[in-house]
Nanobody
Framework: VQLQASGGGLVQPGGSLRLSCAASGSLFSMNTMGWYRQAPGNERELVARIYLQTGTTGYRESVKGRFTISRDNANNTLYLEMKNLKPEDTAVYYC????????WGQGTLVTVSS
């Protein structure tokens, strides 16, 4: 499985961005896809996750109500819609399949600053 993330950039506080992650290879036997992020000096943290068989989603508390994870099954693409962005959302965002021991994309930088 290979993952290609895109969509990061510089946005002002309160702004929006949509991240995309194109997956190649078979996801048939995989359990989850998700987005992690890592800010300088911090550990990588799970932002949002979707279970591939059920579509069930989960979010870290700080992004609930602002971020939405979704998946386009036909195109094997994962999205993260981010609204009302805050400076503390600044980080490199990574798409992922099957958690910490799974598959990782290369990361895309999101900077929230005025």
């Amino acid at each position: 499985v290979q993952l290609q993330a895109s969509g990061g950039g510089l946005v002002q506080p309160g702004g929006s961005l949509r991240l995309s992650c194109a997956a190649s290879g078979s996801l048939f036997s995989m359990n989850t896809m998700g987005w992690y992020r890592q800010a300088p000096g911090n550990e990588r943290e799970l932002v949002a996750r979707i279970y591939l068989q059920t579509g069930t989603t989960g979010y870290r508390e700080s992004v609930k109500g602002r971020f939405t994870i979704s998946r386009d099954n036909a195109n094997n693409t994962l999205y993260l819609e981010m609204k009302n962005l805050k400076p503390e959302d600044t980080a490199v965002y990574y798409c992922n399949v099957d958690g910490l021991t799974g598959y990782w994309g290369q990361g895309t930088l999101v900077t929230v600053s005025s």
